[in-house]
């Protein structure tokens, strides 16, 4: 990583731990600061059992989805590639969708269902639609095919979602949730999942980030230079595929993180992919921190969802790249 | 009695789609020789140029020091032939110095950083193709011309015996076409096999050895001073082209 790299991931981890004490002491019960925590036992529950894992899994979840935008658009060679580019979000939705219709229906079905729970269903949806974009594209030779695949089973799923819940209106706003995505739910156990998950997939992005560097030339000059082009492209989609789940199944369809982390990463350095992996990670788990608090203040003692406040932002972060750059975005 | 080739192509045949664009080719390339592919559009040079490299799913064989390319290990082929595409594109997030560093990427042990000799080995490349001034900025900020010497450096900096170049001078003004001329004669000179696709006639003349193609096939292959091969790119050019000695040098001409 050059010296502006180190610079920039520098400032985002300072930002971050700024953030994080923010995270601590901002609630919908107020403001309770690091003093009041030694003062009164509550207002210590509070921050230790509510808000830590709260604030880490938006860290970690940003963090996630962040990567898995950088892996996209590198794989896809396409800045405009996002995580549920392969058809997870819509996977996700329906999954989510069909755990909480079943749960209504009898305790038979429901009993499998609870189980699963609707993280574990969401994340199963989320890897079963990757994995129907990959067996229709008949694998990751051709990235064309892979995205028109990814959008059909984006499409046909999100359809299927939209039946169960004109089906089974009581869903419905459980769904709305969903699809707003939110961090209001996760808990420790969240964070027990979505760490080593982050930690195993970011070693594995950091292994493939050389290939990925060489296929940004071309898978030609990539396998000229050694590169087994397939092999590194199964690897990076699973990876992706992965992380992309397990954020979706713990947070919901949070929207733009994935797709603006890395932007605002190399709007600011011009680095290798394996540095562009780790920035990316920081700067998204840093935007949803942030979201993750707006969201606590903005209508306090109420919550807006704060996937809608990641759209607004990071929509209105997009725009101003755009208008700002003559070329388009790079 | 002639060498043994660095690189044997034997192809059937190659398809694209219904098409066969390639057909009957059996090519000799020899060692420390600079051969330059011509011939009109759609003569099938790249796609030969690929097959040689090994990228091209063909019907036939390549060979690369008498073994079949495909028997080689990924990183070992590639520390031994370097391929440079047309008008490669892509990597425009990605520092000029990061992309000729790709060039090292065969000889580095996976995950490993660079090592001081990747580094001087990239150094001397981009020296070689005066674009070490531009080696921090993107490449989406470098123009056509400098974005082409980067990539040429990239393949220099592979270091490799053999060199697989298609179209290496696009955008190349003629300052800098003729440093690409230098640097293939400096490489000859070390023993290094140089094939090279070219537009330009006039610089493929200079090669060593010229091949000519149309609509898929080999016409001639053979010295650039033969008048049979003189005949040859009259012939697939459709007499178009008249070709003139002037200072020693073969120069072509289009006839009007």
């Known amino acids: 990583m050059n010296r502006r790299g180190w610079g920039l991931g520098l400032v985002l981890i300072a930002l971050t731990a700024l953030a994080g004490v923010l995270a601590l002491a901002v609630g919908s019960t107020g403001w309770s600061g690091p003093q009041a925590w030694g003062a009164d036992p509550l207002a210590w529950q509070i921050a230790w059992e509510v808000r830590a894992p709260r604030s880490m899994g938006a860290w970690l979840a940003g963090a996630l989805l962040a990567l898995s935008g950088a892996l996209a658009q590198g794989v896809f060679r396409n800045p405009l590639a996002d995580p549920y580019l392969l058809g997870s979000s819509s996977g996700a939705a329906l999954g989510v969708a069909a755990c909480l219709a079943w749960l209504g229906v009898g305790p038979a079905s429901a009993d499998v269902w609870v189980r699963l729970g609707v993280s574990g269903a969401a994340f199963m949806g989320s890897v079963m639609a990757v994995a129907l974009t990959l067996v229709l594209a008949r694998g990751v030779q051709h990235t064309l095919r892979l995205l028109l695949a990814g959008v059909v089973v984006g499409v046909v799923l999100g359809a299927l979602s939209a039946l169960t819940m004109l089906m089974v209106p009581d869903i419905t706003r459980a769904m709305q949730a969903f699809m707003l995505g939110t961090t209001g739910f996760i808990g420790w156990p969240a964070v027990g999942t979505m760490a080593p998950v982050l930690v195993v997939c970011l070693l594995l992005a950091l292994g493939g980030s050389r290939a990925l560097d060489a296929m940004s030339l071309g898978d030609a000059a990539a396998s000229s230079l050694g590169v087994s082009v397939t092999w590194a492209r199964w690897v990076l989609v699973l990876v992706l595929s992965a992380a992309t789940g397990t954020a979706v199944a713990q947070a919901g369809l949070i929207s733009f993180v994935g797709l603006v982390a890395p932007h605002l990463v190399r709007s600011v350095v011009s680095v290798t992919h394996g540095a ?8 998204g788990g840093l935007l949803l921190l942030l979201a993750d608090v707006l969201a606590r203040w903005l209508i306090a003692p109420q919550e807006l969802p704060v996937g809608v406040l990641t759209a607004v932002l990071g929509g209105s972060y997009l725009l101003w790249r755009m208008n700002r750059s003559s070329g388009g975005l790079t | 009695m002639s060498r043994a080739p660095i690189l044997h192509g034997r192809i059937q045949r190659v398809r694209h789609g219904r098409q066969t664009v390639l057909s009957d080719v059996d090519l000799r390339i020899e060692p420390a020789c600079w051969t330059a592919i011509v011939g009109p559009n759609g003569a099938g040079k790249s796609t030969l140029l690929r097959c040689l490299a090994g990228l091209q799913p063909m019907a036939g064989e390549v060979s690369l020091g008498g073994s079949p390319i495909g028997a080689w ?78 990539l040429l450096a990239r393949a220099l900096a592979v270091e490799a015996d053999v060199l697989l170049m298609d179209e290496p001078l696009s955008h190349l003004d003629p300052p800098h076409q003729a440093d690409w001329l230098q640097i293939v004669r400096e490489l000859v000179a070390a023993g290094r096999t140089v094939v090279s696709v070219l537009h330009e006639l006039n610089v493929a003349l200079m090669a060593d050895r010229l091949v000519v193609m149309q609509q898929g096939r080999v016409l001639h292959h053979g010295p650039c001073d033969d008048p049979l091969c003189h005949d040859a790119v009259r012939e697939v050019f459709e007499q178009r082209v008249r070709l003139h000695q002037l200072d020693g040098q073969w120069v072509a001409l289009p006839v009007l």
């Open chain 2, 73 to 150: 290990p990924g990183r070992e082929r590639g520390r031994t032939l370097a391929w440079l595409g047309q008008a490669e594109q892509g990597a425009d997030d990605l520092r000029a110095s990061d992309v000729v560093m790709l060039g090292r990427l065969p000889h580095q042990p996976w995950l490993a950083p660079p090592s001081p000799a990747d580094h001087a080995a990239v150094e001397r490349a981009m020296l070689a193709t005066q674009s070490w001034a531009w080696r921090e900025r993107p490449m989406g900020q470098l123009s056509g011309g400098e974005r082409q010497r980067v």
């Open chain 1, 276 to 283: 562009l992996m780790v920035l990316s990670c920081l700067a």
